[in-house]
């Protein structure tokens, strides 16, 4: 499996500010997530994006990345095992797949998306 970016997020204190900032900044193409409060961003190029409310007021504003893997359970365990830690657990996203958020060993987070198969 091809262990590349996949999409990245901006986690935001005000997405209709964030909207309205981005949109007319880049020209990106904003859409909704039907039963979700979640934005998707299209760039016109891979990867794609979203955006989405902060969901803990003590995570700061920041754009995050997602990198593709096969499967999130054996990359927790090897992200623990090279002396990083866990984030999120493991979470479905319904219908799509599953995420997790990790950090590395110096603190540096990170996030990966397991697609579910089709």
Partial sequence: MNNNF????LMTSDVKAARNFYSKMFAWKLSDV??????LLDTGVP?????MQIPDPSIPVCWSIYINVKDVNETTAKVKK?????????TE?????????YADPQGGVFSVWQEKPK
């Fill in 6 to 9: 996949c999409h990245i997020e």
């Fill in 82 to 90: 090279m002396g990083g830690s866990v984030v999120k657990e493991k």
């Fill in 93 to 101: 996203v319904s219908g799509m797949g599953w995420f997790a958020v």
């Fill in 47 to 51: 990867p794609g994006g979203g955006m």
């Fill in 34 to 39: 039907p039963g979700m409060p979640y934005t």
